[in-house]
């Protein structure tokens, strides 16, 4: 056992050291091996990053050629094969990009889609200009917009960003800008790796056309086609309004639903909102010809709404989830919204005879939105029928995002949200439960719309 005195001797000899230790850092040799060493590790970082560009520009020049040069040929016989823009690379240096020149016919709005006309792109990658990963090539005259993110020109611009991805994924809520920032103060070569694969699935969704009409119909569905901006914007103006309303999130299992339940189906034709939640609805879009703006899940809506009321006078009540979850999801907010009211919060499991208490207390509180999570179809069938004794200005079925914020069920990570795939990260969660509604209802619903697609409904009648 070391005595006192022992034990105040190696205290004293440890902070000596210690206070060593960082005098050292500061004699010139040191400091200047430190420095020596970072500018190594960075510099081999970069040759490796450079390594990689040219090998997978490398491949993919191979792989493309085939494909391009017909295209090339017929575009030179016509016209012009390709034009050249100016675009600002790695700080802010411009540079001549080369873009393949398709023209206006329909098969080249196509190719267009497809990232054809960008094919070219990869030969700056050849030349060193531009990476594989990276923020997109800004134009010169985006340059004042570029200053806001301006963390953005310490990289190449590349082939692919988080941007890219989230878009085609339709889950690009923030700015680019703060895309791109994010990528630069996390990129590593791991993650740069991540996003090439993701890259390629994002790739098979293939890029949205210039114009996406506001509303359009799904499966007989009306559907408000906006960003999640817009949707809360005017979800936030109808709380002013003297008629209560309801939004419904739309995905493939609430399509399959709809197909089987005639009162689910009505709740959603005569719903205020419909929002397309989920690939599912992506693709059907997709394949239907009306492109989704984007995905607008309840669990990503909840929080833009959330910021939308802070330090504003209305008011949320949650009502849903098994005993206990809604007050924490209320904790939670009052952590994270501290600005944002909320009025009330009770469990979803209560009997038919609980019901007129369970409507009078949401009454009682004075709430001016309802969020139900009871999951699809009950929450919405709940909410069309007592919507108005409640006295809430909106109302809306949320599904699992109680169990979500309130700690009880993980969320699905970003990168699994990229490439379409939180449905299979739920399923695994809860196999028992959703095999069903995952694995047999995701079948059903792409057989309803290659059905629908051959055969719509109105042609043959
Ligand atoms: N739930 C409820 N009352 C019920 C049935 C379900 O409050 O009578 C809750 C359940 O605890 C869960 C949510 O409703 O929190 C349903 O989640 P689910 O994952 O089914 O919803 P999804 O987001 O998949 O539509």
Known sequence: MPTPAQTTGSDAARLVSRLEWLLELWRPGVQRRHVARR??????????????????????????????????????????????????????????????????????????????????????????QMSIVGPRAVAVDEHNLAAAGSRRFLVKPGLVCLWWIR???????????????????????????????RAVVAGLYGAQPVEIADGIALFGLPLANVTMNEAVRRMVGQLD?????????????????????????????????????????KIAGRVLGSDIRENLCGTDLFLHLCEALAGSDKSVYLLGG??????????????????????????????????????????????????????????????????????????????????????RIPRAPV?????????AFRLLQEPKRLWKRYLCGNLVFLARLARWKIAPPGRNT
């Not at 990168?415 to 449905?423: K, L, N, T």
């Open 39 to 128: 500018r190594v590790r960075r510099a081999s970082s970069a040759v490796v990053r450079r390594a990689c560009d040219m090998l997978v520009a490398t491949v993919l020049i191979s792989a493309l050629l085939p494909l391009l040069l017909p295209i090339l040929v017929w575009r030179a016989g016509v016209g012009r094969a390709l034009t050249s823009e100016m675009r600002l690379g790695l700080r802010r240096r411009p540079f001549r990009v080369w873009r393949i020149e398709l023209g206006k016919s329909r098969f080249a709005a196509w190719l267009r889609r497809w990232n054809v006309d960008r094919a070219a792109l990869i030969l700056h990658v050849l030349r060193g």
């Open 167 to 197: 878009r085609r994924a339709n889950i690009a809520y923030g700015s680019e800008w703060a895309a791109d920032n994010e990528y630069v103060a996390t990129r590593s070569h791991r993650g740069d790796a991540g996003i090439v694969l």
């Open 241 to 281: 309004a003297d008629q209560p309303r309801r939004v419904c999130f739309v995905n493939a299992d609430c399509v399959n639903l709809a197909f089987r339940r005639t009162d689910y189906h009505r709740v959603l034709e005569t719903s205020w909102m419909n929002l397309a939640d989920g690939i599912g609805m």
């Open 322 to 407: 098994k005993p206990g979850v809604a007050d924490d999801l209320r904790a939670w907010m009052r952590e994270r919204y501290p600005k944002t009211r909320v009025v009330g919060a009770r469990d979803g499991y209560f009997t038919a005879a609980d019901e007129p208490h369970v409507v009078a207390d949401i009454r009682a509180s004075g709430a001016d939105v309802l969020l139900v999570a009871f999951g699809a179809p009950k929450q919405d069938l709940w909410v069309a029928e007592h919507l108005v004794a409640t006295g809430v200005k909106l109302a809306m079925g949320v599904g699992g995002l109680f169990d979500y914020y309130s700690g």
């Open 415 to 423: 990168w699994v949200r990229e490439i379409g795939m939180e449905w």
